[in-house]
């Protein structure tokens, strides 16, 4: 079994079989970054673009629950855009990759 760096036996981020197409672009990041570890003995740390849309600025303040000024450890409930649905997807991955490989991002 292959371990991180804690000595954690690492599984899949996303569950499938060797060689499926990866869910998008930031998976596919990721797993070469965690390739380049593999390889290398470091992962580089990344830095990604999130965006605005990941907050429902459309909504009215009294209804929501992370109006503007957006703050970070406020929940996101609903994106306003199907990007900000993206960019969502994109942190859930980056975060997953970063409990289970190890690797360090921010976006």
Known sequence: ATMNPHGDTL????PRVREQI????????????KKTRTDTGRVPHFVFASSYEVYNHLLPPNNNKNSPPFREEKPITTPSSLRGASKIIDEVIATTYNKMHDIYSVG
């Open 11 to 14: 599984r899949q981020a996303v």
């Open 22 to 33: 990866k869910s998008g672009m930031m998976e596919a990041l990721m797993e070469q970054l």
